[in-house]
């Protein structure tokens, strides 16, 4: 059973355009997050989730927008895409407790032409 | 700000050379240093947490050990399927649950 499931695995798509990623954990974890991976591998945050309320906010563009419906999924939307956004955004999720490792999805590999 | 600098950033090794990798840190009170794997194309994969200096931890060909200012990854007689890139992460007392992650070390393991 996949533990950090997110759709799609790969996005190819124009600057301008608007696009979501989906993100779904069957851990029972409480805490959710977005990382951007860039081209040199380094791992950022983006987003945190507990329970469904926003508890980190990086210094993300606007057009980035999470949203979680309950505490097992959390969603990215993007808006107006940048050639600057291709990346590899990657969704995990934790207990939420102290020291609590992350457990982290495939991926998803976003190009904007 | 809690700062991760791991090294070298590429390693190539033959099928049970041993050797280490290097997490250099900086930190405003440790709360967990994390290694991870990651394969290609896979999101990182947990291997261990280290709470406090001296600590050691060891899984199978994999031993991490922590000082107050850095993290050693010891790969004994490694095999080609331990080639990936090892991620090092911390969390700082005033972090929250937020990670920093490291660029990681690619690591190439030749039969």
């Known amino acids: 059973d996949t533990a950090v499931s997110q759709t799609p695995k790969y996005l190819v798509t124009q600057m301008g355009n608007d696009k979501s990623i989906k993100c779904e954990q069957n851990l029972g974890h409480d805490t959710m997050y977005w990382y951007k991976q860039d081209s040199k591998k ?60 992350l457990h982290f999805g495939n991926g998803t590999r976003l190009t904007v032409t | 700000e809690d700062q991760v600098t791991q090294s070298p950033e590429a390693l190539r090794l033959q099928e049970g050379e041993s050797s280490s990798l290097n997490c250099s840190y900086t930190v405003s009170g440790l709360r967990g240093l994390f290694w991870y794997r990651q394969d290609p194309g896979k999101g990182p994969e947990f291997l261990f947490t280290l ?49 920093t992650f490291g660029e990681g070390t690619q690591l190439t393991v030749n039969p």
């Open chain 1, 42 to 101: 380094f791992l950022k945050i983006m987003f945190s989730y507990n329970n469904k309320e926003l508890i980190i906010n990086e210094t993300v563009p606007n057009r980035f927008s999470p949203k979680s419906p309950d505490k097992a999924h959390l969603n990215l939307h993007i808006n107006s895409l940048e050639l600057g956004d291709s990346a590899v955004y990657f969704c995990a999720s934790s207990s939420g407790t102290v020291n609590s490792p």
């Open chain 2, 51 to 99: 709470y406090s200096a001296g600590e050691e931890k060891e899984k199978e060909r994999l031993k991490a050990t922590l000082t107050k200012k850095e993290s050693f990854l010891h790969i004994t007689a490694p095999k080609p399927e331990d080639s990936a890139t090892y991620l090092c992460a911390v969390q700082g007392w005033t972090s929250g649950s937020r990670l």
